[in-house]
């Protein structure tokens, strides 16, 4: 995590241009949909961020092992447990994507209004929405790192992972715009929880094996 702290905090292009990425997408929605005139409806409006986040967080965490040379990952197989990289890679993806996603919901309720009923609860659906694909992208990143044509089998092997997740928190994340009760999300919330959990220990117990290769 310090490494990867370090080398975000000294290079920055990462991180900024995620942010610049964000930006342009949001003003373009901004331009696209005549929001002069009021005409987004809430659902739109929401299915748009998640988009958004989806594709912040794949640029995001894509390069998590795609960056690393195949020298200094036999440094770190020296020095370190599998176990500890992945868990680092996740927790350090989760921290970037959290923040991210915190930063593009502001910019964007700010350019294009905010319709939300229930904050704490949408809030609630954006780290669980960044730990989920943190969590799911950081192992597919590692086990797509090995491939000659990494991006694209990333881009294969995280469709199946993500589209579930990816409804459970449009649809969480709806109810709290709609501002209904909190117990009719319970079962995303549940269900959004028991992935991210899976995943993590799934990722956990079979990284090893991806590592030895």
């Known amino acids: 995590m310090q490494k990867d702290l370090v080398l975000e905090w000294r290079q920055k292009y990462a991180f900024n241009g995620m942010l610049l990425y964000v930006g342009s997408v949001v003003f373009v929605c901004y331009l696209s949909f005549g929001l002069r005139s009021?005409?987004?409806?809430?659902?739109?409006?929401?299915?748009?961020?998640?988009?958004?986040l989806l594709f912040t967080s794949v640029n995001a965490i894509a390069k998590s092992f795609m960056q690393e040379n195949r020298g200094r990952l036999l440094y770190f197989y020296s020095i370190v447990s599998p176990q500890g990289v992945i868990l680092a890679k996740i927790v350090y993806n989760t921290?970037?994507?959290?923040?991210?996603?915190?930063?593009?919901?502001?910019?964007?309720?700010?350019?294009?209004?905010?319709?939300?009923?229930?904050?704490?609860?949408?809030?609630?659906?954006?780290?669980?929405?960044?730990?989920?694909?943190?969590?799911?992208?950081?192992?597919?990143?590692?086990?797509?790192?090995?491939a000659?044509?990494?991006?694209?089998?990333?881009?294969?092997?995280?469709f199946p992972v993500i589209v579930p997740m990816l409804l459970m928190l449009i649809k969480m994340s709806k109810n709290a715009l709609d501002g209904l009760?909190?117990?009719?999300?319970?079962?995303?919330?549940?269900?959004?929880?028991?992935?991210?959990?899976?995943?993590?220990t799934v990722s956990y117990i079979l990284f090893p094996y991806l590592w030895r290769s």
């Open 38 to 52: 009021n005409v987004l409806v809430v659902p739109v409006w929401n299915a748009v961020l998640w988009i958004i």
């Open 95 to 146: 921290l970037l994507m959290l923040v991210l996603a915190l930063m593009c919901f502001l910019f964007y309720a700010l350019v294009l209004g905010n319709p939300v009923q229930d904050v704490p609860m949408f809030l609630l659906s954006l780290l669980l929405g960044a730990i989920g694909f943190s969590t799911s992208l950081t192992m597919i990143s590692g086990i797509a790192s090995k």
């Open 148 to 158: 000659a044509n990494s991006s694209t089998l990333m881009a294969v092997l995280s």
């Open 181 to 200: 009760d909190r117990s009719l999300s319970l079962d995303e919330l549940l269900t959004l929880l028991a992935i991210n959990m899976i995943v993590v």
